[in-house]
């Protein structure tokens, strides 16, 4: 049985003040989970959040990092920089980075790799827009997405990778893919990997699904086949909110 991997993502979202506040509540509330918890945060917030989860079973990531280990790129964060401080985990390639800040594939496999070379593990999010959905191209997009963003990873690497399927017409939109759906896209990727990999990896690899999730559809996703946690944005600011999704079940 593979674990449940349940990742926030507040993106630009709570100052160190109210980083404190969350976790002073949050923590106490996920303190008997079994599953495996992260938050990932903005740059400014993880010096208080990885002081305010030390010792818990809570675990702190990034939003994005930069491939190179240090130089003149004025405004980013390195990933040996995160390494430094004790990051483990890192969201890659979201599509919010994507369409914003023009994040290409070939852009994001650099990410991943630097975050290995680093023992970061990256969330690596992939997901088709609604016109691609709707243009029948959803399985090629996401697909061709992974083949990218995977290329040059090693089998021992690609295992450790955290997949968080996130369709971007479901992104803070408050509507969500079915959880019939979702797995079913779940189920594309793990066959991509096993191709790519073999059977042992596309057993082992952690599928999330991410896309308005929230405490009352939780349960329905996370007990598909296939979906193996969430990564979720909007829900996870609040303490109580983000709890019940941890506890869904
Ligand atoms: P959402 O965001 O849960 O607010 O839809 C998910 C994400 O973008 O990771």
């Known amino acids: 049985m593979r674990r449940k991997v349940i990742a ?45 989860t030390a010792g818990t079973n809570i675990k702190i990531g990034t939003q994005n990092l930069n491939h190179e280990e240090s130089g003149a ?25 994507r369409q914003y800040h023009n994040e290409t594939d070939e852009f994001v496999n650099l990410k991943m790799k630097a975050a290995f070379a680093h023992d970061i593990i990256p969330i690596l999010c992939v997901g088709e827009t609604l016109k691609e959905r709707e243009a029948g191209i959803a399985k090629y997009k996401i697909l061709t997405q992974i083949v990218l963003d995977f290329d040059g990873l090693t ?44 059977a042992e990896v596309a057993e082992e690899i952690i599928i999330q699904y991410g896309g308005s999730v929230k405490a009352s559809n939780a349960k329905e996703l996370f007990e598909m086949s296939d979906i193996d946690g969430g990564l979720v944005g ?16």
């Open 155 to 198: 089998a021992e690497q690609a295992k450790n990778v955290v997949i968080a399927y996130e369709p971007i017409w479901a992104i803070g939109t408050g509507k969500t893919a079915t959880a019939e759906d979702a797995n079913e896209v779940c189920q594309w990727i793990r066959d991509e990997i096993k191709t790519l990999y073999g």
């Open 8 to 52: 926030g993502n507040w993106k630009m979202n709570h100052n160190p003040v109210e980083t404190r506040e969350f976790f002073e509540v949050f923590k106490g509330l996920v303190k008997d989970s079994e599953n495996e918890i992260i938050l990932c945060v903005p740059y400014i917030d993880v010096a208080a959040a990885l002081e305010a």
């Open 234 to 249: 909007g829900a996870s600011l609040k303490p109580d909110e983000f709890a019940k999704i941890v506890n869904w079940r």
């Open 73 to 97: 790129l004025t405004g980013d964060i390195s990933c040996k920089m995160l390494q430094d401080i004790g990051i483990q985990y890192t969201i890659v390639g979201h599509s919010e980075r």
